[in-house]
């Protein structure tokens, strides 16, 4: 099915660093979700973006629904050892009965203490 | 934010049996639930959407006899895998959609299957 292009695929930085991830569609989504996903468990809701140029913060997250609808970009600042792990975007359309997520294909990220 | 619960969280077992898996929303109701399945180191496969009352509706390629969904409640979907092979082991996530002007999908902790 239709996937989302994530970006970088894999991040390795240093504790403390700054962090940058994004998303892009050739189509437009209602919504936008970043997850994070720990080994051996379910994603967990991060952000959740419902309007078009939206910024929204999460403490150390900020995340950014694109004006067209197309793309999305998550930050996190300051990185945590605790952050590791892979990071997700998923768009959603909503409307009549498809509620169905298209997920990226996720970004890996490893903070070295 | 909602919580969705998923049991067991790991399950071993012979290969030709059946095996159940429960998620349900804890704190909110979800007239639509959803089955995944992911291989390791992949994004999550969509599998199926539960609608409470009615049918799933599965994903081109997923056979709807050997994985059978029954929504009936607005808290509880099960995933029941039938004569379970070797090749289904694996790693099932389903997910609540929370409904409204502001709608997300909120995901259970997963369900590790191990067929021998």
């Known amino acids: 099915g239709q996937q989302l292009n994530q970006s970088p695929q894999s991040m390795f930085i240093q504790e403390g660093e700054d962090v940058s991830m994004n998303c892009t569609s050739s189509?437009?989504?209602?919504?936008w979700l970043w997850y994070k996903q720990d080994p051996g468990e379910g994603p967990v809701l991060l952000i959740a973006l419902y309007k078009a140029g939206e910024l929204t913060s999460n403490g150390r997250l900020t995340a950014q629904f694109g004006i067209t609808r197309k793309d999305s970009f998550l930050n996190i600042s300051a990185s945590i050892p605790s952050d590791v792990g892979i990071y997700f975007c998923?768009?959603?359309?909503?409307?009549?009965?498809?509620?169905?997520?298209?997920f990226g294909k996720g970004t890996l990220l490893t903070v070295n203490p | 934010g909602a919580v969705v619960s998923q049991h067991p969280s790991r399950v071993i077992c012979k290969s030709g049996t059946s095996v159940k898996i429960e998620c349900r929303s804890l704190?909110?109701?979800?007239?639509?639930m959803f089955w995944y399945r992911q291989f390791p180191k992949q994004s999550l496969m969509l599998m199926a959407t539960?609608?409470?009352?009615?049918?799933?509706?599965?994903e081109q390629g997923v056979e709807k006899d050997k994985f059978l969904i029954n929504h009936a409640s607005l808290t509880l979907s099960t995933l029941t895998v039938t004569s379970a092979h070797p090749e289904d082991s694996s790693f099932y996530i389903c997910?609540?959609?929370?409904?409204?002007?502001?709608?997300?999908?909120?995901f259970g902790p997963g369900t590790r299957l191990l067929v021998l």
């Open positions: 189509s437009i989504f209602n919504t």
């Open positions: 998923a768009g959603l359309r909503s409307g009549g009965s498809n509620y169905k997520l298209t």
């Open positions: 997910s609540a959609l929370l409904a409204g002007l502001q709608e997300t999908q909120y």
């Open positions: 539960s609608n409470e009352g009615s049918k799933a509706t599965y």
């Open positions: 704190d909110f109701q979800a007239t639509t």
